[in-house]
Nanobody, 126 residues
Framework: QVQLVESGGGLVQAGDSLRLSCAASGRTFSRYTLAWFRQGPGAAREFVAA????????YYTDTTKGRFTISRSNAGNTMYLQMNSLKPEDTAVYYC???????????????????WGQGTQVTVSS
């Protein structure tokens, strides 16, 4: 099992940047893929980005690629989401999640992840 704790959310204006952090711990999380999901008001939880911990391979959606960057710090066991050029539609609770699946085609699906953090609120004002 992997324990995940998000931080870094807040209230920003459109066009601003924000960096989220996810502190990971657990006996074997280095074999996992960690991801960011988000859930806006009245919306389903959607995939944002993922990173495979031991290889550093990254995965994005067309919505976030180019504006968001996922990374990880091996030394600190922390995953990051750098968000630039934020838009009001990026307003959501952002969650980090972990999966042990080795199949990248499953990384985009919420159901592939068994461990979740508590979420951090990001609000972008226009």
């Amino acid at each position: 099992q992997v324990q995940l704790v998000e931080s870094g959310g807040g209230l920003v204006q459109a066009g601003d940047s924000l960096r989220l952090s996810c502190a990971a711990s657990g006996r074997t999380f280095s074999r996992y893929t960690l991801a960011w999901f988000r859930q806006g008001p009245g919306a389903a939880r959607e995939f944002v980005a993922a990173i495979t911990w031991n290889t550093g391979n990254t995965y994005y959606t067309d919505t976030t690629k180019g504006r968001f960057t996922i990374s990880r710090s091996n030394a600190g066991n922390t995953m990051y989401l750098q968000m630039n050029s934020l838009k009001p539609e990026d307003t959501a609770v952002y969650y980090c999640a972990a999966t042990s699946s080795p199949y990248s085609e499953y990384y985009y699906s919420r159901g592939s992840y068994g461990d979740w953090g508590q979420g951090t609120q990001v609000t972008v004002s226009s």
